[in-house]
């Protein structure tokens, strides 16, 4: 059987395009300027030529009301006056701070201090951030919209020279089950004024005062005590966070003003830097010194920072460089640096501070500039620039996606780093020196190697384990000369 079509002529009901039947078709008024012959005409007509006829009217009339739209567009059509197209404007992204859309690592600016920014730390889990200024201020800022959350009352009324935080908010245990937090901001200031402030609530807990200038304060992982670099005494003296008591006053520790000190992550340990080229390490338990390096570089050191393991010990230097050194192995205290970082900075190097599982380090220096060192390999992966005057502090987020740099010129950055290993510039500046990085067979340190097929020799050590062996072969070989020479000595005196 024969299907239908879709829409047979004797249906008085058939829908056109629109959805409209014949019989509505029908009602329409057609002009005045219609005959009645026309009329009849129209009435006579089938339904299926009268809707393919409505269907031509339709579009010629589209067409009519597209013509001057795109009459501006038509190449052909120069002879003709014709308005230009309307432009409808496109709404700006808006980000808060500024942001640079030409830089490769996106960053944005916190404006709020009218002085310079002397410290920057991150805090409750990145999401906050603390600042100090030489304008007498301490704020805390929300990580996400770079608002300002809270400006601390009772503020110092001299510049702050450093700040420091808690690692983490941690509730104390008290008979009574309550406890309270531990978050606690310590701030040193040109004041000789050590303070203590709540995290949580924003309320001065304690206040110090030394009998002379404190160049450098941080508080342990833990919380429980204060360290402070004394200036004219040369002294660190440790503070009990709780009760404010001093635990130890050490006069006299370096040979000229200290710079900058630092507890180690088990919070038992004060490494301690000045402007003599010394590094100090001192136990809390003990009461003693136990390491000292002398000329650990060639110029004043200006900062110092462990790794989260505590094996490790990063300084900075006038000397451009930065130094890390192994604070455990029996040979450190006779070799001397593990690593050197050089041709990083063009100027003195102010500030660093290791990432948390130790992969890369951040420095900030006097060239405006924030250096981004891949430890394993020991070079320099990144150059940050945006500041327009010193960089005074860095510091870098747990999760290894922000740097936080501190300026002279009033202003902090937010660095995100999170893609950094997909930098096009890196990649293909290991790739033009042919660099491969390998894992040393010896001691398992990564290491790089240039291998093409010019230079083919195979390389399994790194340099550190392939100038141990040269020196144990080159004894090796004296020892064995000299006996050979007393063997041909005995010879020459049998043959005589």
């Known amino acids: 059987m024969a299907s239908q079509p879709p829409c047979a002529p004797c249906s008085p009901e058939c829908l056109d395009e629109d959805g409209k039947t014949v019989s509505q078709l029908r009602s329409v008024q057609l002009p005045s300027i ?25 579009l010629s009339t589209l067409e009519a009301h597209q013509d001057p739209l795109l009459a501006p567009f038509d190449p052909l059509e120069v002879s003709k006056d014709s308005p230009p197209p309307q432009e409808h404007p496109k709404p700006e992204k808006k980000f808060w701070g500024d942001q640079e859309t030409l830089s490769k690592i996106p960053f944005k600016v916190l404006r709020g201090h009218e002085d310079l920014v002397s410290s920057c730390n991150f805090c409750v889990g990145d999401t906050k951030l603390l600042s100090g200024s030489y304008d007498c201020t301490l704020k805390l800022w929300d990580a996400v919209d770079g608002s300002v959350i809270r400006d601390f009352e009772e503020r110092p009324k001299a510049p702050v020279l450093e700040c420091s935080v808690t690692a983490d908010s941690r509730r104390t245990h008290s008979h009574n089950g309550l406890g309270h937090f531990l978050g606690r901001i310590i701030t040193a200031s040109y004041d000789k004024a050590v303070r203590a402030w709540d995290l949580e609530t924003g309320k001065l807990l304690w206040k110090i005062n030394h009998e002379t200038f404190i160049a450098s304060c941080k508080v342990s992982p833990d919380g429980k005590y204060v360290v402070s670099a004394l200036d004219v005494d040369r002294a660190i003296c440790i503070t009990d966070a709780e009760n404010a008591t001093t635990v130890s006053h050490i006069k006299n520790h370096h040979n000229r003003s200290l710079t900058a000190c630092c507890f180690d992550p088990d919070s038992q340990k004060v490494a301690s830097v000045s402007l003599d080229k010394s590094i100090k390490i001192w136990d809390i338990t003990s009461q003693a010194t136990l390491l000292t390096i002398t000329k650990a570089h060639s110029s004043a050191i200006s900062n110092c920072c462990f790794t989260f393991s505590g094996h490790f010990l990063c300084t900075s230097s006038w000397d451009k460089t930065l130094k890390i050194w192994n604070v455990h192995t029996g040979e450190f205290r006779n070799c001397g640096a593990c690593v050197t970082l050089m041709k990083g900075h063009e100027g003195s190097v102010s500030s660093c501070h290791f990432s948390r599982d130790t992969s890369f380090l951040v420095s900030g220096g006097f060239d405006r500039t924030v250096a981004i060192w891949d430890v394993g390999e020991g070079y320099r992966k990144l150059s940050l620039k945006g500041h327009s005057d010193w960089v005074t502090d860095v510091a870098i987020s747990n999760n290894k996606k922000w740097v936080l740099s501190a300026s002279k010129d009033k202003t902090m950055r937010l660095w995100n780093i999170e893609e ?15 660099l491969k990085v390998k894992q040393c067979e010896v001691c398992d340190r990564p290491f790089s190697n240039y291998e093409s097929d010019i230079f083919s020799e195979t390389v399994t050590q790194c340099v550190f384990c392939r100038m141990d062996a040269k020196d144990s072969s080159t004894e090796a070989s004296s020892l064995s000369g000299g006996e050979d020479s007393l063997s041909q000595e005995g010879s020459l005196g049998t043959d005589d």
């Open 420 to 434: 950094i290993d997909q930098i096009p510039l890196v990649i293909e500046y290991k790739n033009a020196l042919g």
């Open 34 to 58: 219609l005959s009645s012959d026309l009329e009849q005409l129209f009435h006579k007509l089938p339904d299926v030529a009268l809707i393919r006829a409505y269907g031509r009217f339709r």
